[in-house]
Every structure is written in C-alpha cells, then in structure tokens.
C-alpha cells in the first residue's frame, strides 16, 4: 500500500474527496476540514494500493492540487487490513510490479545532482579498485564496485529520457561527465605518488596483472552483462525488488575501467589505457540502452492503464 497525505485547496477538496471515495483501489479515507497552513486548506489522508498509486496520484494532479497544495507519497511496509487486501484486489497486477513514477522521478532527481557526497563516493570507489588492481584482489575491486555511486545520474538519465525532462537528464549528464574524470585524476595522481614513494612496483602493465586485464578488454559480453544489468538496475529501482541493485552493482565494471584508465595513465600503459576508456564507454552507453528501453516498455504499459482508466471515468 501506499499512504497519500494530501493538502487540496478548499475549493477542491471535496473534489478530491470524491474520487477518492469512488476509486476502489483507496481505503482509509479521512477528510480533515481547514487544519492546513502554509498552504491553507484541508487535509486528507487516505491509503491506495501500490498499483493504482500513479493513476490516483494523476487524478489528483488533474485538479491542479499539486500546484494549489501539496501530495505526499509514503511508502507502506506493512498493512493488516481485509480493506487492504480487497483494494489490492481491485487494482490490475501485482505490488511488486507497480511503478509509482512520482517516487521513481523524486528519488533519481537527488541522486542526479552533483554533491560533494557523490563525489567523494565515486572518488573513494575508485580508489579502492585501484589498490584491488595492484593487489590483483576481487574482493577489492567489488568493495569498490558497491561503493560507486554512478548508477544514480545513469538512472536519472534514463527517467528523464523517457519523461522528456531536459534538465534531469542535463543534470545527470553533468554528473557523470565531472565524476569519472574526477575519479580518474585521483587515481592517476594517488597512482604517481604510490610509484614514487616504492609503494608499487617501478613497473606496472595489464598483463601481469589478470583483473586488470580483464578490465582493459571490451568485449561483447561486457555489453551483454552491462545490459543485462542495466535492465535489473531498473526493475530494482522501478518496482519492489530493490534488493537486486547491489548485484547490479558488482556486475558491471565502470568504476574498475575509470580506475584502470588512471592507473594505466600513470604507468604510461597505454593500451591498457585505451581499452579501459573503451570498457568504461562500453559500459555506460549499455546501460543507458538497457534503461531507456525499460522505462519505455514500463512507461507504455503505464500509458495503456492510465487510459483505460480514463475511458472507464468517462464512462461512468
């Protein structure tokens, strides 16, 4: 289920009431008169089921209470009602296949912006496979594979692809765009200084060094994976199975290949730095495709439900 704290201008609030109370999808209904300030108006708080959430929520915004009031979304964990379980009932499909869009384009906008949390992130993500590089060591490129926070500005990239919204996806482009380079100049120079302090070896190539190698070589199947991926991160992001994104994370090597670029930058290894800008492109571009043609499939069959619920208003 899904908690909806709504404050409609007084004007429209029994207007709000009354789809609410005709959709059979929305339990727990309560009106509370001329209790609201800044902005002024009623409050009214109800519970819908997660599959009908975006529809109910495009009603709402239909009376313009959005621009008026406000809506707030929470997200229900646990709800023990027969009211629950029958609204859920009323509304096609399952929980944990309903996308709630307004969720959806909330949460990938903050993790779109350039902050200093998501810079430091993806520089310390880095970092870490770099060590995992020399050591030779998995389980230090995967520490930092989870670590990385650039799936955020992909996702966003791909929400505001398909919701047409220029700035979400100028956003998210910035942040990859002063990330990676970012991520990259800090391994370089970390890399410079290890090498000159006998840290690391005198000598460094891909070759000697298997994950490295790994890592320097785009291939088909790094495609595949990184779109196969891409498809998971979205399903994970988009509905109920969010416990799937740290697998996504650790399957796909865009921090290790920005890592190797700049250790290969600082050993001069040169065709292990071009294969690793190579995986890295690879990588997002994969990504990008698998998250645009998600959304879109989703984004279509959202679509034909809203649509179908129209005609059935206007039939009624």
């Not at 239909?62 to 709800?79: P, W």
């Not at 988009?238 to 670029?261: C, D, R």
Request: aromatic content about 6%.
């Amino acid at each position: 289920m899904v908690h909806l704290r709504i404050v409609a201008p007084r004007d429209k609030a029994h207007a709000a009431l009354a789809l609410l109370e005709a959709s059979d999808s929305v339990i727990n209904v309560i009106h509370l008169h001329d209790v609201a300030r800044k902005p002024d108006g009623d409050v009214i708080l109800c519970d819908v089921a997660r599959e009908d959430a975006s529809v109910v929520i495009g009603d709402l915004k239909d009376l313009s209470i959005h621009r008026e009031g406000t809506i707030a979304v929470e997200l229900v964990d646990t709800a023990i009602s027969h009211a629950a379980d029958q609204a859920e009932r009323h509304a096609a499909g399952t929980p944990a296949d309903a996308v709630i869009w307004e969720e959806l384009t909330a949460r990938t906008s903050e993790d779109s912006t350039i902050s200093a949390t998501f810079l430091i992130f993806i520089v310390l993500a880095a970092l870490i496979v770099s060590i995992g590089i020399y050591l030779n060591s998995a389980i230090l490129i995967v520490g930092g594979m989870i670590v990385g926070p650039e799936f955020g500005p992909i996702a966003g990239f791909c929400v505001a692809t398909v919701q047409r919204r220029t700035e979400l996806a100028m956003r998210s482009l910035a942040a990859l765009a002063v990330g990676f380079p970012l991520a990259i100049v800090s391994v370089y120079l970390s890399s410079v200084v290890f090498k000159a302090t006998d840290i690391t070896p005198e000598s460094f190539t891909a070759a000697s060094h298997s994950l490295s190698e790994t890592i320097a070589n785009p291939d088909f199947f790094s495609a595949f994976v990184a779109f196969c991926a891409g498809v998971a991160g979205m399903l994970s992001l988009t509905t109920a199975k969010s416990g799937a994104l740290i697998g996504v994370l650790i399957s796909v090597t865009t921090i290790p290949a920005a890592a190797n670029v700049g250790v290969s930058a600082a050993y001069a290894d040169w065709d292990s730095f071009g294969g690793s800008l190579g995986q890295l492109g690879l990588n997002i571009a994969s990504l990008l495709a698998a998250g645009i043609i998600t959304l879109a499939v989703q984004r279509a069959l959202f679509n034909r439900r809203r649509a179908l619920h129209e005609a059935q208003k206007a039939a009624s």
